[in-house]
């Protein structure tokens, strides 16, 4: 495969991986942030609910990014996921700060 070629195909693929919820950060939210997060534990924006995110998203993904990491408030460090990498977090961060459509 040519370098062009395959640099083609990353520009096309690129769009649809951010689209689309990776079954693995589904899995990681399962294993870690749903404790809280599901019911608002501890004052814990809600997961899915848009409205409660909207305050938290206007401080900017890299705040966030950094807090979870961090730790912030009643959040433990890393959210309780200590195999999460950083690009998970972000993934993570999409995904429950957005509404998903009922199961
Ligand atoms: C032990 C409970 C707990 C777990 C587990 C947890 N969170 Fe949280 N999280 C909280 C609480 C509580 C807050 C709200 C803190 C506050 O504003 O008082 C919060 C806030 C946040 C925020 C907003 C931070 C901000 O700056 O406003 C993000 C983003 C977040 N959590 C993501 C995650 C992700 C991603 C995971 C899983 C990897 C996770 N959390 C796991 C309790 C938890």
Redesign the pocket.
């Known amino acids: 495969m040519s370098i062009r070629f395959f640099l083609l195909s990353l520009l096309i693929s690129a769009p649809y991986s951010s689209w689309a919820i990776d079954p693995f950060t589904i899995e990681?939210?399962q294993s870690?942030?749903v404790?809280?997060?599901e019911n608002g534990?501890?004052?814990?924006?809600k997961s899915f609910d848009d409205n409660v995110w909207q305050?938290?998203l206007a401080?900017g993904s890299d705040?966030?990014?950094q807090?979870?990491i961090s730790g912030?408030?009643?959040?433990?460090p890393?959210?309780?996921?200590s195999d999460?990498t950083q690009e998970?977090?972000v993934d993570?961060?999409a995904y429950?700060?957005t509404e998903q459509a009922e199961e």
Do not use: Q
């Open positions: 990681l939210y870690s942030c404790i809280c997060h534990a501890g004052g814990a924006p305050d938290r401080k705040v966030l990014l807090n979870v912030y408030k009643g959040m433990p890393l959210g309780m996921c999460c998970d977090f993570l961060i429950i700060s």
